[in-house]
């Protein structure tokens, strides 16, 4: 990170989450200071003596000030330049770091305060594995290509269609432009490399018969899943929203569920009506003590595992595993509603999507319009859901014993 040293910047440097970092100053070339974990401030040169590149350690802070620093850093280069220099306490440069020791950094320091999906790009670096051991500044662009391609590759062989590879190149970069203005490296090796697999938007939707078959295997699951997978398909938000659902959020007289802004991912809060069905569930979950996840497995932690339930779903019911993701589940809702007659600013409102048909500063005054509407559409999906999964009466069969017809079912 370089940025204009000021008092008043190094007395509100936070203490380091794991390794140290460092804060480079932009007036003098080479001189930062180094932050621990446990918040100490250690003035530092990083220069070249003799062509070798060398790390001069100066003093602390604040015993040493960001004048005293400057002061004796400028000495110091002047020294270098005219021979003169006695060398002293000079720290050789530390070994370059890797990609593999640099992803933590980057997950502890930046996704997890700015991406809500912070283990997903956790996740897809760390497949990136052929990576891992290059030094973080000598990767180049056909490293990374080449990685994406073997990625690409991996997840083929098992059915998949390779978006995951576009994934990892959004996360590598998102890494890179880190480390550039960390100070990691001087530039990124992939700003502009387009992604490797060209996307097209899905329009999957899932039959009724398909609805059946994923209603049966929620019921096959028992807790947390069969209730979870049920409310998915019953209220038709994000994945994420619903497993992370807090008992808080949920008004059980009222029926619904309030989503704050930094729960959804377009940072809009949302007011979920539940229709009967719903809330029917909702009343059937035990509830862990003291914990406020509604799908918890610890009490600590809201449910994931989300590809192995799939696999399951996909084994009992006989679903097409390559044709169908979690996220289908919300287009067959949006799509059954229209064929309900549902009018489509109201499905947009329940599927809490920022731009369409109700946008711009008429989304500001619509934020908790509509409730009324979303919760007769819910209601209206949950008693078709309710209908189509019904368990079925046993056809009847009629019997002939000569004086009588009697009926069996």
Known sequence: MRKKLTPKLLDNLPPAEGKRYEVRDELVTGLHIRV?????????????????????????????????????????????????????????????????????????????????????????????????????????????TRELERLISDIGAKGGKGTRANRGLAAIKKLYSWCVDQGIVENSPVVGLKPPIKEESRDRVLTDDEIIAYWKGCEAEGYPFEQFGKLLLLTGQRRDEIASMRWSEIDMHRGTLTLKAERTKNGSAHIVPLSRQALDILRSIPRFLNSEYVFTSTGKTPISGFGRFKDRLDTFVGMDAENWRFHDVRRTVATNMAILKVQPHIIEAVLNHKSGIVSGVASIYNRHAYLDEKHEALQIWGDYVEKLTAPKAPPIRHVSTGAETVAYS
């Open 36 to 144: 621990s974990n446990a918040g100490g401030k250690v003035w530092y040169l990083a220069t070249r003596v003799d062509g070798v590149s060398r790390r001069i350690k100066l003093g602390t802070y604040p015993v040493l000030s960001l004048k005293d620093a400057r002061e004796q850093a400028q000495m110091i280069l002047r020294d270098i330049q005219l021979g003169t220099f006695q060398q002293r306490d000079i720290e050789p440069e530390p070994p370059v770091l890797t990609l593999g020791d640099v992803i933590p950094q980057f997950i502890t320091r930046y996704a997890q305060r700015q991406t809500k999906d912070w283990k997903g790009t956790e996740s897809i670096l760390m497949r990136m594995n052929g990576l891992h051991v290059m030094p973080i500044n000598a990767i180049k662009r056909g490293d990374v």
